[in-house]
């Protein structure tokens, strides 16, 4: 089992940058696929970026191509989001999870963090 928790969410102005931290703890976090997701007020959960065990695959949703940056850590067991040209639309809930395949549903992801607010003011 991994253990999540998300931090580093905030208030921010539209065109600011916010790094959000997955903390992990637990069994094979280096053999996990770490993804983030997010939900934004009146909105699905929606899939937003993953990088793989060792680091070198990463996908991003259509949104927030060039500008987030998925990056893990596995000797600090740490996942990371970097977040850069924010905009209101980024305004969500911020969830870090942890798959043992590559996914970018969800469901297919067992363990979740408790979430991170990200506010994009305008």
């Known amino acids: 089992q991994v253990h999540v928790s998300e931090s580093g969410g905030g208030l921010v102005q539209v065109g600011d940058s916010l790094r959000l931290s997955c903390a992990a703890s637990?069994?094979?976090?280096?053999?996990?696929?770490m993804g983030w997701f997010r939900q934004a007020p009146g909105k699905e959960r929606e899939f937003v970026a993953l990088?793989?065990?060792?680091?070198?695959?990463?996908s991003y949703a259509d949104s927030v191509k060039g500008r987030f940056t998925v990056s893990r850590d596995n000797a600090k067991n740490t996942v990371y989001l970097q977040m850069n040209s924010l905009r209101p639309e980024d305004t969500a809930v911020y969830y870090c999870?942890?798959?043992?395949?590559?996914?970018?549903?969800?469901?297919?992801?067992?363990?979740w963090g408790q979430g991170t607010q990200v506010t994009v003011s305008s």
């Open positions: 999870a942890a798959a043992n395949y590559y996914s970018k549903r969800g469901a297919d992801y067992g363990y």
């Open positions: 637990g069994d094979t976090f280096t053999k996990r696929y």
């Open positions: 990088i793989s065990s060792g680091g070198p695959t990463t």
